[in-house]
């Protein structure tokens, strides 16, 4: 079946702009994840949902960043005021209930802030 | 918290050569541990997985053993192919949570 896509795959923002990226996971995943990788890095958690509650956003880096899941299913993570720090690739994860240790990725999308 | 530690890279190796990355990690409780691969331009692909002590996970070659008693989880292949270069994350999932915590990643290039 499909895996989990995301999109833009490549986004290039003006300092002080808003972006929205967005992730489709797999279909019938309950589990949804943000991670944020910076070059050279392993991801870092930045928030998750189970179904339409966003359980966990400590990860966050600031009050610029903000995710939602309205539905259960989409999610999309926006960034205020995008600062050059905020340059990294994006990537989203789900996983099934029961199985929510197992975490499947989708292939990010890279944001450039110049 | 939680930590992932992986030996520092880059790696390169000629193919058909043993590969060894090292990973080490702190967690309270029982963690579940993942190795992850990526390759140029990808996300995170599953390669293997253990969920508990003394676990092996495999797939295509590749092992790991979960090793309570020294807080490891090493992944080894017996002989690498040039289509193995990628970048290698050893990742664990705490008890207190559902994120991943990654390590920093290993990069390997296989030479013919």
Redo the contacts between chains.
């Keep these: 079946g499909a895996g ?1 896509s995301q999109s833009p795959r490549y986004k290039v923002a003006k300092r002080g702009q808003d972006v929205a990226l967005r992730c489709d996971p797999i279909s019938g995943h309950v ?1 949804l ?1 943000w ?1 944020q990788q910076a070059l ?6 930045l928030t ?1 949902f189970q179904n339409e509650a966003q ?2 956003k400590s ?1 966050l880096p600031s009050d610029r960043f903000f995710a939602e899941r309205p539905e259960g299913s989409v999610s999309t993570l926006k960034i205020q005021r995008t600062q050059q720090e905020d340059s990294a690739v994006y ?1 989203c ?1 789900s ?1 099934r209930t029961g199985e ?9 999308t890279r944001l450039l802030v110049l | 918290g939680d930590s ?1 530690t992986q030996m520092e890279g880059p790696v390169t190796l000629s193919e058909e050569a043993f590969l060894t990355i090292n990973c080490t990690y702190t967690a309270t409780g029982y963690p ?1 541990l ?1 190795w ?1 691969v990526q390759y140029p ?6 390669l293997l ?1 253990a ?1 508990k002590a003394d676990d092996k996970g495999s797939n295509k070659g590749f092992e790991a053993t979960y090793r309570k008693e020294t807080t490891s989880f090493h992944l080894e292949k017996g002989s690498v192919q040039v289509s193995d270069s990628a970048v290698y ?1 050893c ?1 664990l ?1 705490g008890t207190s ?9 290993t990069q390997l290039t296989v030479n013919p």
């Design positions: 989990v589990s994840f991670y050279g890095q392993g991801p870092e958690f998750y359980l966990d990860g990537l994860a996983s929510r240790k197992t975490q499947y990725f989708g292939p990010g | 992932v579940s993942f992850y331009g990808e996300g995170l692909q599953l997985k969920t994350f990742a999932s949570g559902s994120r991943l915590t990654f390590g920093e990643g």
